[in-house]
């Protein structure tokens, strides 16, 4: 099972300009990015240049970062999109975290991340500090292609799924809008079963799906 994630800064970011066409598949593009292989679960295994993170370690939920420099201001977007979800326990927890999110635990059980998760159970979301905010959206299915928007400076997150906008998924008062510091993407692979399950990162604006969601089309 794979889920590619497509991204890239919105606005205030240094690279290529232009949002370009959306993503046809085929080989991956070049990466300024690449996921962390500083910053990651024991259980998560790298290949693929960094791009590429896997978990085959049962009952295990693993994370990584990135190596893009955490938001401090301004917008970031970018794309996940959902291989297979048929088998049992597929789930993956996508969002926001700062430097310290525990990344060998179920997401959104301390104060330090945003988590939406998808995959085979309902999609719901968690927030900093253990707590739930009920489904948004609807289950994953294979070939979704989920939308992330982080406004830094205005503390929103909107999401979409495929072309479906689900807007500012964290509204409540008291969550997002009391957010502080430095936040950037992760992903979080379970290993359910035993059974490998993988994620591949797509950094460089010409993997998205929707580029015109990004205002200027910048690359990190």
Not at 172 to 186: L, R
Request: proline share 3%; hydrophobic share 40%.
């Amino acid at each position: 099972m794979t889920l590619s994630l497509a991204y890239a800064a919105g606005v205030g970011g240094a690279g290529v300009s232009g949002a370009g066409a959306a993503y046809s598949g085929g080989s991956e593009p070049a990466s300024l990015v690449v996921l962390n292989s500083a910053d990651k679960g024991a259980n998560i295994v790298l290949s693929n240049g960094d791009l590429t993170a896997t978990n085959s370690v049962n009952a295990t939920f693993h994370s990584v970062r990135t190596t893009a420099s955490p938001i401090t201001s301004g917008v970031r977007y970018w794309e996940i999109v959902l291989g297979s979800t048929a088998a049992a326990d597929n789930i993956y927890y996508v969002g926001i975290a700062t430097a310290a999110f525990v990344l060998t635990g179920v997401p959104g059980g301390d104060a330090e991340c945003f988590a939406w998760r998808l995959g085979t159970n309902p999609p719901a979301l968690r927030y900093n500090g253990g707590g739930s905010t009920g489904n948004v959206g609807v289950q994953g299915t294979s070939g979704d292609v989920i939308g992330l928007l982080f406004d830094r400076s205005n503390k929103t997150l909107t999401a979409w799924q495929n072309s479906t906008s689900l807007g500012n998924i964290f509204t409540t008062a008291g969550h997002m809008d009391s957010i502080a510091g430095a936040w950037e993407p992760f992903v979080c692979v379970n290993g359910a079963g035993g059974v490998a399950k993988s994620v591949t990162a797509r950094f460089a604006n010409s993997s998205w799906s929707y580029p015109s969601r990004a205002s200027n089309g910048q690359q990190w």
